[in-house]
Nanobody, 123 residues
């Protein structure tokens, strides 16, 4: 499975971005997808995840109500819509693919990773 994340950039606080992660190499609907982020000097942390069919999702408390994860299995793509961005959302965002059957918040359960896309939120 190959994952290609895109859509990051520089945005002012309160602004919005939509990240995309395009997948190839395996039937997209056979794995759950997640977004994680890593700020400088920090551990990689869970942001959001979505089930294989898109019917179930989970969010970190820090992004609930602001971020929305979705997927389009026909386009082999998962999205992360980020609204009301804050400076503390600044990080490299990574998408991951999980071949398991749960919607996991643990990075060690993810089998494949994209290269990351930088999100910078200015105050």
């Amino acid at each position: 499975v190959q994952l290609q994340a895109s859509g990051g950039g520089l945005v002012q606080a309160g602004g919005s971005l939509r990240l995309s992660c395009a997948a190839s190499g395996r039937t997209f609907s056979s794995y759950a997808m997640g977004w994680f982020r890593q700020a400088p000097g920090m551990e990689r942390e869970f942001v959001a995840a979505i089930s294989r069919g898109g019917g179930s999702s989970r969010y970190a408390d820090s992004v609930k109500g602001r971020f929305t994860i979705s997927r389009d299995n026909a386009k082999n793509t998962v999205y992360l819509r980020m609204n009301n961005l804050k400076p503390e959302d600044t990080a490299v965002y990574y998408c991951g693919a999980d071949l398991g059957y749960t919607v996991s918040t643990h990075q060690y359960e993810y089998d494949y990773w994209g290269q990351g896309t930088q999100v910078t939120v200015s105050s």
